[in-house]
């Protein structure tokens, strides 16, 4: 999907002045310019146009996820034009999209006869984009910016309230822009005429798996106003499942353990292309300005603060200068997220998670859950995390449809002795591939796509014409590689896996040229976290009310149980983001 970026200004963000231009002559070639870099998911182009004496104006295509990458590029953009300067930081939380923007601007200075050194020299003196906090005190604080808390807050401030949200990155959206999941609902209008869409069905659905029911009731009974708020309030068209994929005499056959997928019977999607979490952050953040919300980005909360009866009444935070502000409310959302970017905390409840990595991409680690419990909030289900079982190394996320050792794995997986270890495969392999400190996937021509070669273009994946070349750029045994393909080729021939269970079908050799990359099961959603009550309220080790104090989305616990039913974790952010809204604005303003 490629992108133009819209150029406008940022709730909290502002442009200073703008300098004077620079000397004239500074471009030789005058002019416009197109150049292309490799970001996270795809190509940046920027085009750029040079007067002698500036930088006058610069466009982006991009295939990054929209609501990221259309942030970074706004504010590298403003802040290139403002300074007329290339001495620009890339956004945290899209490291990989402001890199292309900023490999692509420079390589069009030089078209235009510029020197990007020079330019790079051009210093920024103060007039940099910068976060002002010109409000620091409203009904509602919410921290995190991700699916819960923006739906949260849009939803409060529809209610009436002041909401200010903060953000730690220098972007929206969370983790909840890495699902390609819709989001399981019942009883929403669109739903009529579903039949298998009912709330029983999905209350079934979700029991299953040890969770709290009054959490699982309010979530079912929710959903559904969810979709139609959604619906109402920014005209987002919602689909339901197609249910001819449903067995009639048994709807709920497909709920399966493996993958609880729900069946398919109750996900609502916004997008047919998978994005449905995106398109909901997106026209959440389009309505901002006028919603009676404040956003602070690279503001990162630290501490809650309470009044002397022990209520929760604000938050002290790292501001993105990194100095302190202190944010006061009538009431605290901590909408922060899981934990799977903090590895020390993934091992501490999961010790045979020692050499897990992540595919979550938002700095999610854990702050929430310390903040919460260091006003006393219980946790629960803390060693429930959902695994995928195949992430490649180095800050990446692919279709598990689009890697040869995603679904259909028809590539070879071996350690760090270029041995096989394991049945390749999505699910079989993960035991084996834990018990390693990264293993690789090796494939032959046949088997790369556009996607991996997105990555060949990052230097994730690697290639070369003989096994030797291949293993010396991992670090492997090249003898030891090319004998294992070897007998993988002649175990093709034969038709039979002599080493381990790899069906027939699956059985392809590893021909011409050579491919692979390194990989890692990632820490993928936690279904633990600090417990709640069904509005969303953060509960004590008594189980009581920590007043003034809520939590909603992969930061709380108490919700899926043991499992996450797939479209129940996006659920489970904009559902109870919603709840949260509600609960909050009802309280504030004291309904
Ligand atoms: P959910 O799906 O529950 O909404 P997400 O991962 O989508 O969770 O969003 C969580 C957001 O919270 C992320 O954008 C993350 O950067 C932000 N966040 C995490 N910790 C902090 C913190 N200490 N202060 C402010 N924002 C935070």
Not at 186 to 215: D, F, H, I
Not at 355 to 383: N, R, S
Not at 450 to 467: F, N, Q
């Amino acid at each position: 999907m490629l992108r133009l970026v819209r150029i406008a200004s940022n709730a909290s963000i502002v442009i200073l002045s703008v300098p004077a231009s620079l000397a004239e002559g500074t471009f030789s070639n005058p002019g416009t310019y197109s150049a292309t870099a490799m970001g996270r998911n795809g190509e940046v182009t920027v085009t750029s146009t040079f007067s002698e004496s500036a930088i006058t104006g610069i466009e982006v295509a991009h295939e990054e996820t929209p609501t990221i990458g259309d942030a970074a590029i706004e504010q590298l953009t403003s802040s290139v034009l403002s300074n007329q300067s290339l001495a620009v930081d890339a956004v945290s939380g899209a490291t990989l999209s402001s890199g292309a923007f900023i490999e692509a601007l420079e390589d069009c200075v030089e078209q235009a006869g510029g020197d990007v050194d020079a330019l790079k020299a051009v210093p920024v003196q103060g007039e940099e984009t910068k976060v002002v906090y010109d409000v620091t005190d409203a009904d509602i604080i919410i921290v995190g910016a991700g699916g819960a808390g923006m739906t949260a807050a849009m939803k409060a401030a529809q209610e009436g309230a002041s909401v200010i949200v903060i953000e730690k990155s220098g972007v929206i959206g969370g983790n909840s822009l890495c699902s390609q999941m819709g989001i399981n609902a019942a009883g929403a209008k669109v739903q009529e005429g579903l039949p298998y869409a009912s709330a029983e069905l999905l209350t079934k659905a979700q029991m299953q798996w040890g969770g709290r029911e009054n959490l699982v009731a309010a979530y079912v009974e929710n959903s559904g106003k969810t979709i139609d708020w959604f619906s109402e309030t920014y005209g987002v068209e919602f689909k339901g499942p197609d249910g001819e994929r449903v067995d009639p005499s048994d709807p709920f056959a497909s709920v399966g353990e493996d993958h609880p997928s729900g069946g398919d019977l109750f996900m609502m999607r916004a997008d047919a292309a998978g994005y449905t979490a995106n398109t909901l952050i997106s026209v959440m953040s389009e309505s901002l300005d006028g919603a009676g919300v404040k956003l602070y980005v690279n503001t990162e909360a630290t501490e809650l603060t309470c009044d002397d009866s022990g209520r929760v009444n604000g938050v002290k935070a790292k501001a993105a200068d990194g100095s302190e502000v202190t944010f006061t409310g009538k009431a605290v959302l901590l909408a922060t997220g899981g934990f799977g970017q903090n590895h020390d905390m993934v091992v501490s409840y999961r010790p045979d998670l020692q050499y897990a990595i992540t595919d979550e991409t938002a700095p999610t680690t854990g702050d929430g859950i310390v903040m919460a419990q260091a006003v006393g909030a219980k946790t629960v289900d803390m060693a429930e995390m959902q695994l995928f079982p195949h992430v490649p190394v180095g800050d990446t996320w692919l279709p598990p449809m689009a890697m040869p050792g995603g679904f259909m794995t028809t590539a070879l997986f071996v350690n760090q002795d270029a041995q096989r270890y394991t049945t390749e495969g999505f699910d079989p392999s993960t035991e084996g591939t834990l018990a390693q400190e990264h293993a690789f996937v090796i494939f032959g021509e046949s088997d790369m796509n556009d996607d991996l070669k997105k990555l060949e273009a990052r230097g994730l994946v690697k290639s070369a014409d003989t096994a030797e070349e291949l293993a010396a750029l991992f670090g492997l045994d090249g003898t030891a590689l090319a004998e294992t393909i070897e007998k993988w080729n002649a175990d093709c021939e034969n038709g039979a896996d002599s080493q381990f269970e790899r069906l027939p079908f699956t059985l392809k050799k590893i021909e011409g040229k050579l491919y692979g990359y390194a990989f890692g099961v990632g820490a993928h959603y936690m279904m633990g976290g600090v417990l709640i009550n069904e509005k969303t309220q953060v509960l004590n080790q008594d189980e009581q009310v920590i007043p003034g104090l809520y939590a909603a989305g992969e930061v709380t616990g108490g919700f899926h149980g043991t499992k996450r039913v797939d479209g129940s974790g996006t659920g489970d952010a904009f559902v109870f983001g919603y709840v949260a809204g509600n609960a909050l604005a009802s309280e504030v303003l004291g309904e």
